[in-house]
Every structure is written in C-alpha cells, then in structure tokens.
C-alpha cells in the first residue's frame, strides 16, 4: 500500500476482488466474504467462490494472501479448501446494519461497513451511517472496533467512552464547503 491512498480499505472494497494464485497466475475466482473467528480484531481470511463447473468456495487464510486495490494475491496450497463451504453465521457481515445505541438510549447510527487495515488483517473500526441525508451533508462516522459484549439481535449497545471515540470518517458536504473557507 502506498502513502498516498493510506492503509485503511473497506470491507466492501474487497468484496468482488479477483483472486490469484502467485505461484501459477490463474484465478482462483473472487472473493466472496471475510471471515473472523469469533469476535477477533483480526481478519483470519477470505471466502473465495469459483463462479465455474462446481460453484465451490475454498476459504484462504488471510497469512496466505496479500491484500492490493485491485486483487489478491493467494499464496501457499491452494489445493484445498481450508475451511468449511459454508459461510460463519457469526463472522464480519454480522455486525452490518446494527443499530448502534448508547447505553442511555440515544441511537447513533447504523453499521454500514467495517474498516480494515489490509497489511496486518487488524480490523479497524466500524462505519456508522446517520442516514443518507446526513451521510450526504456531515459524512459518516468511524466507530474503533473492539469486542463487543451488548449485541443483542439487531441492536449493539455501547458504553459512553466508546462513544466519545467516534470520529469523522469522510467528509461530507458540509466539511467540504467549511474546508473551502479556510
């Protein structure tokens, strides 16, 4: 990764990805999801599904791979599949579309996506969305993801400190417009 585009990627920008094996250049098809164990701050790996005669999806680990903009890249064995061909019912995308709620009551938003350092496999933060008229005006905002003990169904219950540390994730048009001002 360069300094430029910096070292944080969304999990949504990884979805589709092509996958290639770096010993022999084929592709090994695209990723499909990513994968946890448990509730690890770490990416463990990635579901990657051949769209060809079988439709099968092989998991790779994320230690075998190397994250880049436009694929990745797998290497070691790929001659079989590392994990189950069904996808965790407790991995990342179970966190998506949460309401996240301080634990007084007051709602803060929705998790839209989750934000992950793709040199290490460290998992971020999780974005939260308002709503698409104030994602449109203030931007989203990034919440740090650390384990969480409150989720309960489709609501995820945070304390007050961790609430102070949501941050401005993009900017949005009116920290746009304020920019241009200075």
Do not use: C
Request: no cysteine; aromatic share 6%; charged share 25%.
């Amino acid at each position: 990764m360069d300094g430029k585009r910096g070292s944080k990627i969304k999990r949504e920008s990884i979805l589709g990805l092509p996958v290639i094996d770096g010993r022999t250049g084929k592709k090994l098809g695209v990723v499909k999801d990513l994968y946890t164990i448990g509730q690890s701050s770490h990416l463990k790996g990635f579901y990657v599904t051949n769209k060809g005669w079988g439709n099968k999806t092989i998991g790779i680990p994320f230690d075998d791979a190397t994250v880049g903009y436009d694929a990745i890249i797998a290497e070691g064995e790929m001659s079989a599949p590392h994990l189950p061909r069904q996808l965790p019912s407790d991995g990342l995308d179970k966190l998506l579309n949460k309401k996240v709620v301080r634990e007084d009551g007051v709602e803060l938003g929705l998790i839209s996506d989750v934000i992950l350092d793709p040199l290490s496999g460290r998992i971020e933060g999780l974005e939260l969305s308002g709503s698409v008229i104030g994602d449109l005006i203030s931007g989203r905002r990034i919440m740090p993801y650390e384990p969480f003990e409150h989720l309960d169904g489709d609501i995820l219950v945070i304390t007050m400190e961790q609430a102070e540390s949501i941050a401005p994730g993009n900017r949005g048009i009116k920290n746009i417009f304020f920019n241009k001002l200075e």
